[in-house]
Every structure is written in C-alpha cells, then in structure tokens.
C-alpha cells in the first residue's frame, strides 16, 4: 500500500468531493477519467485483449463497422483486430508493449487519425491495448497539415531515389562510359504552385511515348526536366542524348543527327560514325533549341521522326531506330510558324505534350530555396564556404524581374560570394552586383506591396474554393491522391493500392466514381 499523500482541505473538500489520500486510489482515479474522457471525446474506440481480440468498442465506434464491412457488433467482437480492421498496427503495440501516440490509418472505412495505447495490469504485465479514433475524415479536418506532410514525403522519396539513380548512373558510367540522365525530379527545385503544377504535368509526361515539347524562356530549367522526364520513363535504362542545334554549324548538322558513312566526303574516316538518332536507340533524344533548327533541315527531320528511320550522309542504307523526342525552346514556335521560318508540320509532330516552363518571376517563393542548393553547389565547385543571405536579402533578390531566369540569379549569387570576405551576403553587395551586371535593381518597397496585394488576392480565391460541397472537396482530394500515387508507381495498380492502404478491389472501385 502506498503511503497516504499530504494534502491541504479545501472547502470542496469539506464538502465531501475531496480527491483520494493515497497514491493508488488518485491513479485510478485518473485512469477511469481519462478512459471517460477519451470515450466521450473521440470518434470512437475499442478494446483488445494480449492475444489481439477485439473485446469491448463503444458506441461511437460502432458507426464505422458497415464501412469495414461488419454487419453488427456481434461480429464485430471476439475477432482478431487485423482480421475485421485492415491496415491496423495494433499488433506492433502488443509485440512491443510501446505505444503509437498519433498514427494515420487508410482503409475501406477511410482515413483517420488514431492512438494506440497499451494495457498493463498492476506487476506491469502487458494485458492488451486500446484504439482510439481522434479524427475522423482528417482530410478535411486537418488538410494543411497533411498537405504539408504529404509535401514533405513526396520530396524525401524523390531525393532518395534521385540518390539512388546518381549512384546507379556513376556505376554504370564507370562500366560503359554510357550516356545517362543526370537529373530527377527531385532536381527541379521549388514547392510553389507554378513549380508543382509543371513538375505535375511532366510526371504524366513521363509515361507516355509521345513527343515532349518544352516551352519557356532561357535558364528556367527545361533541360533539367528533360533529363528528368528520360529518368522517371519506362525508357531510363536506355541512352539520353541531348543535342544543341543552337551550338552545331549549319553544315555539321545533318552529319550530327544522322551519322556519316565511310568516305562520304573527301577527309572522312573510314568508319562509320553513328548520329545522334542512332546513339539515342532505346532510350531520349533532347533537342534543345529546336527553333534555330535551319529550314533546309526540318524537312529530314519530321520524316525521321514519321517513319523512324534515317539514312547516314553517303549511304545508301536505311537505319531503323527507336528514339522517344523530347524538344525545347524559348523562341515562340506558333509566331515563327505563322511567319513561314518553322514547319507547320513538324511543329504539330513536336507539339503533341506541350509543356510550359514558368520563369523565375512567376515562382518568387521559390527563390530561398533555389538559393541554398546553389550555394551549395557554388561551395562544393568553389571550396569555399557555402554563402548565406539574410531575409532583407532574399527580399531584394525576390524584388527582382529576373530576365535571364535561375541561370542569371546563379551569376549573381557567385559573383556577390566572390567579393565578399566572409559567407554572409548583405542587400548591399547585391545592390552593387545588380548594378555592375547593368540591372536596375526594382523597389523593394513596390514588390512587398504587390506581393501583399497578390497573397490577399489568393487567400481571397483560396476562400472561395472551400465554400464548395465538402463531398465535392473531398472527392477532388482523393482524385489527387490517386492520380498521384499512380503516377509515382507508373500505372501500376496493385503498388498504388498499397501504397493508398487500400485494397486493388477498392482503388478500382474508386478510380469508376471518380472517372479515373
């Protein structure tokens, strides 16, 4: 028995609702409140005794049950929790004896937020457990959080396999001196709306076979997600070859794309030399700067692309080839076609998977965080210390139009981590940077107003996408999380319905409702 505790009477107490004098009655006391409590306060919980039967679940509970597929309590109690609860982790609780504070738990029942909590008798001997449903339908109750989170995951998961596919590239470089994709998703760097929506539309990209063609102004990225698109297709075990026409003469270019037999000209090797068309068999070809391609050339082109096949300078020899085409450029294309400088049918033959490559000053916030993984890189290439910028800082730099894009805010980082002495970059430096390149710097003061007038404007028009049918919201959210997860496991259906802790049954029966 453990020693009567030392209290001091209260005139509650001296009405008889004084609280125990020992230490075990206060326990107990606390756990019967707790246990009311929780009972009365969340959505809904249940019993399970040492061997993982189901032996109590209170009312609140019970309204899940036609959703698992239970038709009443009867068949309810008496089962082993993973037998009637799909997906539970009940079991690890009894295994361990440590409890699960604050889990997620996605079945055919839906989505909730839940504790699992173990049972001990008084010698500390593990008893059984107790679920707790907290939220129910936490897509709604908790979506920024969960937003958040699901944010957060999707980039850890692509940094690793960016890791991943690095080292797999060094090694198979090392073997085959191959040529490979450098770059991944998790590459194009940014977490705003414009960043997410075009890294979105190139995932879908990625699983087709169609022709990609990527649209926007000069240093915005397009390359990298080029390689990206190569590394996350059915295709990212074949070649990447990328070609600048921009950066081939004229006359070098149909020998570039179509390879050289022997001795078709005077000062030829006598070997065969294979073009790009042929050193991209299987796997990307990237044409960047697809609108310097000259006109004489246009023509060879789209009938390589129609009937997949080309003929080397001075052969006679059809070569077969199997290239997927993925084409950039910053000129405006429909403009050049209109004027008669570009093929209208080999642009309709590029133009079947367009995608728009926003600029730097349509993606501000993303600007921080393009900052640090430059700043890296600049101090791995530099050995030197990695540079930081202070908030007033990164205000004057996001202020800034940025014409030639992540490229030109790169030259600028360097160029101010050069003339400082230490790695803190003051708006002064950048000021004087800015000048020097011959910029004029934007007010900093007009920015911040426009960029306040713009967060009002979306907080304005996020307000008005909540005032919806909150079954319309939910079911737009669980179509984003299956396309999602489709997207990541390329179609596969059974890996997406693991992934969605969801039976196959269920993710088809779900994709139909959703017109999926």
């Not at 995951?153 to 940094?159: F, I, P």
């Not at 692309?305 to 294309?333: H, K, M």
């Not at 530099?382 to 490229?407: C, F, K, T, V, Y």
């Not at 319905?497 to 139909?512: F, N």
Request: aromatic share 6%; glycine share 8%; with cysteine.
């Amino acid at each position: 028995m453990a020693p009567p505790l030392q209290t001091t009477e209260t005139p509650s107490a001296a009405q008889g609702a004084a609280l125990p004098l020992d230490a075990e009655g206060i326990y107990a006391l606390a756990a019967r409140s707790m246990f009311q409590l929780f009972s009365s306060i969340s959505q809904g919980m249940f019993l399970v005794d040492q061997t993982g039967r189901i032996v109590w679940v209170n009312e609140g509970y019970e309204r899940f049950l036609p959703r698992l597929g239970v038709a009443s309590v009867h068949d309810f109690l008496g089962h082993k929790v993973e037998e009637v609860i799909p997906n539970t982790q009940m079991r690890r609780v009894l295994e361990t004896g440590q409890p699960v504070l604050i889990d997620l738990l996605t079945n055919r029942a839906g989505t909730f937020v839940v504790s699992r909590l173990p049972l001990h008798d008084g010698d500390g001997v593990l008893i059984g457990a107790i679920g707790i449903v907290l939220f129910d339908q936490p897509e709604t109750t908790l979506q920024p959080l969960i937003s958040k989170f699901a944010l957060l995951q999707r980039d850890l998961d692509e940094a690793k396999r960016e890791l991943a596919a690095q080292r797999t590239r060094s090694l198979r470089a090392s073997v085959d001196g191959a040529r490979r994709a450098k770059y991944s998703f998790a590459s194009f760097v940014g977490s705003s709306p414009a960043a997410v929506e075009v890294k979105r539309q190139a995932r879908r990209a990625a699983q087709s076979m169609s022709p990609v063609l990527l649209l926007g102004e000069t240093g915005t990225g397009k390359e990298l997600l080029a390689h990206a698109i190569h590394s996350a297709s059915a295709r990212a075990g074949g070649p990447f070859v990328s070609v600048n026409i921009a950066a081939i003469p004229e006359a070098l270019l149909e020998a570039e794309f179509f390879g050289v037999a022997p001795g078709a000209y005077t000062g030829a090797e006598r070997k065969p030399r294979d073009g790009k068309f042929k050193l991209a068999d299987g796997g990307t070809l990237f044409l960047d700067e697809i609108g310097d391609m000259p006109p004489s050339l246009q023509a060879k082109l789209l009938r390589a692309l129609q009937e997949s096949e080309i003929e080397p300078l001075g052969s006679n020899q059809i070569v077969r080839f199997d290239v997927r085409v993925v084409a950039a450029t910053s000129r405006d294309l429909p403009q050049m076609v209109r004027d008669g400088l570009f093929r209208e049918d080999l642009f309709y033959r590029l133009h079947v998977l367009p995608i728009r490559v926003p600029p730097l000053r349509e993606r501000r916030s993303d600007i921080p965080a393009l900052v640090e993984v430059l700043g890296e890189d600049l101090a791995l290439r530099s050995d030197m210390p990695m540079p930081e910028l202070g908030a007033r800082a990164l205000e004057l730099l996001a202020a800034q139009e940025w014409r030639g894009n992540i490229r030109e805010l790169r030259n600028v980082l360097e160029q101010a981590a050069m003339q400082c002495d230490d790695s803190l970059i003051g708006p002064e430096v950048l000021l004087q940077v800015l000048k020097s390149s011959g910029l004029e710097p934007a007010d900093l003061s007009a920015h911040a107003r426009s960029a306040q007038a713009g967060a009002s404007g979306e907080k304005a028009s996020a307000d008005r996408r909540l005032l919806r049918p909150l079954a319309e919201q939910i079911a737009e959210l669980e179509g984003q999380a299956i396309r999602a997860a489709l997207e990541v496991h390329a179609g596969n259906k059974l890996a997406t319905a693991k992934a969605l802790g969801i039976s196959r049954a269920t993710l088809y029966d779900r994709m139909a409702a959703l017109n999926l």
